[in-house]
């Protein structure tokens, strides 16, 4: 452990490194304010003694800093050194960042007490900040895991409820439409059956990588609605952009070219896109499930009228 003395009056200075010394401390001295803030960043001191007296930069000056260079989450004990003892002095020295104070001639009992007492705090300090971190952490990933999907790993229902409801607020408040697009991929019964389901997962994770990849706005969202079925949501978007975007992605899947014997719209998988798009009005809390609806009966259309097509 390593203490710094800031500290103008040398006989001061010489009996406090003793004794901390004596304490099995390492002491380094600064004469003045200035001196002190370099030795304080070139040093990297567990605990600063601070005489509040001095000429130039001041102890309380250099408690501010000191508490201005600290990082997030660093704390370095501050005692103040002092031959006052009025009251105000006690109350701005806490004021400017400071944790205690020694009155001068400082007892060596007293110091070693505080001293002591300052590391206890120092570690509990450490202890808490690293529990935070893991704290923060695992949040972080408590939140990926529940709001990903399990078997493809793009957003789930649950993120896509979530994102549909705030997006479509903000499309209203902004005066900006909002595209959804609901997609199944055809024929994957007889998919599943023929070749397996565990074919059929590979071809769902192929499927939402590419729908996933096909959508580039930060506030697009392509997420797993269930089964078979996905969602995306192009806030921002008219009709004609999000038409591009689903015709994109229908031609994608199909490029991926997954064999698919027993499919009766092409050789290979594909999907069909229902879309709808609205500009949301404020108020109209129900207006996002209507939306989803009419992607939903668009879809029936695109199903209807043979499959792998987009339709509005
Ligand atoms: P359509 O073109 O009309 O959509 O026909 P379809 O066969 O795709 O329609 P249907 O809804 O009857 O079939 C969906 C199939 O998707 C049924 C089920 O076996 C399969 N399925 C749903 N979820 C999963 C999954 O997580 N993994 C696998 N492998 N298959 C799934
Ligand atoms: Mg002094
Ligand atoms: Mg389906
Ligand atoms: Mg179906
Ligand atoms: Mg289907």
Not at 17 to 30: D, I, S
Not at 236 to 241: I, P, S
């Amino acid at each position: 452990m390593k203490a710094l003395v800031i500290e103008d009056t040398l006989t001061s200075a010489t009996l406090v490194c003793h004794q901390l010394r004596k304490m099995g401390l390492e002491a380094v001295h600064a004469r003045n304010g200035e001196a002190g803030i370099e030795a304080f960043k070139s040093e990297r001191p567990d605990l600063v003694l601070l005489d509040v007296i001095m000429p130039g930069m001041d102890g309380f000056e250099v408690a501010r800093r000191i508490r201005q260079l600290e990082k997030d989450g660093m704390w370095t004990p501050i005692i103040f050194l002092t031959a006052r003892t009025g009251d105000e002095d006690l109350e701005r020295g806490i004021e400017v960042g400071g944790d205690d104070y020694l009155i001068k001639p400082v007892s060596e009992i007293v110091l070693k007490a505080k001293v002591r007492a300052m590391q206890r705090i120092a570690q509990m300090r450490y202890s808490l900040l690293v529990l935070t971190r893991k704290l923060d952490e695992a949040n972080r990933e408590l939140t990926r895991l529940s709001s990903a999907d399990g078997l493809t790993g793009i957003a789930n229902r649950r993120r896509f409820d979530e994102t549909l409801l705030k997006e479509w607020r903000r499309c209203a408040r902004e005066r900006q439409p909002l595209a959804l697009l609901l997609i199944d991929v055809d024929f994957f019964k007889p998919f599943n059956d023929n070749y397996g389901h565990q074919v059929g997962d590979e071809c769902l994770k192929a499927v939402a990588r590419t729908l996933a990849d096909s959508v580039h706005r930060s506030s697009d969202l392509a997420a797993r609605y269930g089964g078979e079925e996905f969602v995306v949501i192009l806030p921002g978007t008219h009709e004609t952009g999000a038409g591009i975007v689903a015709e994109a992605m229908r031609q994608a899947v199909q490029e991926l070219g997954i064999t698919h014997r027993f499919s009766a719209a092409a050789p290979v998988v594909t999907i069909s896109i229902g879309l709808a798009c609205t500009v949301p009005q404020a108020g109209d809390e129900d207006g996002h499930a209507r939306l989803l609806k009419q992607a939903d009966e668009a879809l029936y259309r695109a199903k209807s009228t043979g499959r792998n097509r987009v339709a509005i």
